[in-house]
């Protein structure tokens, strides 16, 4: 059974940053392209990044680009999310996803975690 278990979020004032951590259980990670989704109340869940299996390949969300950082550690089986001069409009739970192929929508990743709430007070 694959598992993904995000960690890292929480409240921030604005112009911080945030890392968050997606452990991933139950596959070969060197094997499972990762990416980070976000929803924010009232809102569509959001692509915010991507990276392929052997950490290569990366791409990121318009509203993200610049600000955020997606890296891979394939011996600890860890994606992680780094993002930084956060804004209000940042505020959302952040879910990490798995699949086997690089891809940046959503219905391709069967695999997801269970989310973590980033809150970014102005």
């Known amino acids: 059974q694959v598992q993904l278990v995000e960690s890292g979020g929480g409240l921030v004032q604005a112009g911080g940053s945030v890392r968050l951590s997606c452990a991933v259980s139950g596959r070969t990670f060197s094997r499972t392209s990762m990416a980070w989704f976000r929803q924010a109340p009232g809102k569509e869940r959001e692509f915010v990044a991507a990276?392929?299996?052997?950490?290569?390949?990366?791409n990121y969300g318009d509203s993200v680009q610049g600000r955020a950082t997606i890296s891979r550690d394939n011996t600890e089986n860890t994606a992680y999310l780094q993002m930084s001069s956060l804004k209000p409009e940042d505020t959302a739970i952040y879910y990490c996803a798995a699949a086997d192929n690089f891809a940046t929508t959503e219905r391709e990743y069967p695999h997801w975690g269970q989310g973590t709430q980033v809150t970014v007070s102005s």
């Open positions: 990276i392929s299996r052997n950490g290569f390949v990366t």
